[in-house]
């Protein structure tokens, strides 16, 4: 009896484990199922990463593969939703000045091209100068419209929209393709202290510089862009996003029947906006917590008319002020 007793463990051990050979290959397949949990987790991670994480993150799923239209035509549903939802809580101007002075000043930085009827914001390092250079590439194509500008319309081919009296301004934008370009602010500030307008000073130096003079005096290359382009009194058409100018220039092209057979010139944006991408992290170090805190106050209405929820520079709590 005792015998019989104390074999009765090994007999349980044995029914409940089986033989030292299952059992090893127990704890493989389970480690590989563990293996492909955790791959099933990261891979999960990394597409959530890439996906859009609310409806103000206006970027594509993917940078290096092309935007198709429909994503094209639905990401500018969005930035169009996100920019009204702005302007309808904020006291922006909404209506053209009836003084001529002052309705030339508040669309000082609007550029038109008569010839294919296009209206664009002018505003340094936000892509506008690849559009510029296309417009020409058109132009020397003698690419026209099909229904052509009547000749006492045509004032060359590009001047800006506070030269013309005030009847044909409001002419203009009601019947002319409206386009913005928008860039992420703190690329902006460093493209503008990349380019040379820092004047030997620090970075941290020239951010303390811009917020000192404040956004009434700031220079164009910094200075917001709701308070340069309008956007509440300007119904764009188009918002077109730095970093993914040649997919969405393409699909606006072509929807405006503007391309034709006609190639469109290389964008570098994407490749100056990977160079940022290591680039802002450095400079940004550079900068006191109360500096971040004041810039981000002092571009809080592009956050908010445009949103840039990626950007360094996001925080809630200021963005908040500016409705």
Known sequence: MPAQISALPAVVSSSHFGSPGKTMRFFIRLLFSSLVFISLLWCSHLLWKRLPQSQGDLTVLKEDLPVTFDTFLHTQQLRKKTLRSFCGQTAKITELPHNEQEASQVVSSIMVNNKL????????ATGVEGWEQLLEMLE?????????VPAHQ???????????????????LKS????????????????????????GLTFKEFIQYI??????????EWKPLVSLCRPCLIHYDYIIMFGFLGSEVHHLMQRAGLLGNSQLPEFIDSKIRWTYGWLEEQMFSELSHVQKKQLCHFFRFDFAAFHFPNSLLWDPTCISEST
């Open 176 to 199: 002319y393709t409206k386009v913005m370009f928008i860039r992420e602010p703190f690329h902006r500030l460093i493209s503008a202290y990349m380019h040379g307008l820092a004047d």
């Open 140 to 148: 020397e194509k003698d690419v026209t419209l099909q229904m052509p």
């Open 154 to 172: 045509q004032f060359g081919t590009q001047k800006r929209l506070s030269q013309y009296n005030l009847t044909s301004v409001e002419a203009l």
């Open 117 to 124: 009827q296009l209206l664009h914001c002018k505003i340094p």
């Open 211 to 220: 917020l000192y003079r404040g956004s009434s005096n700031a220079s164009i």
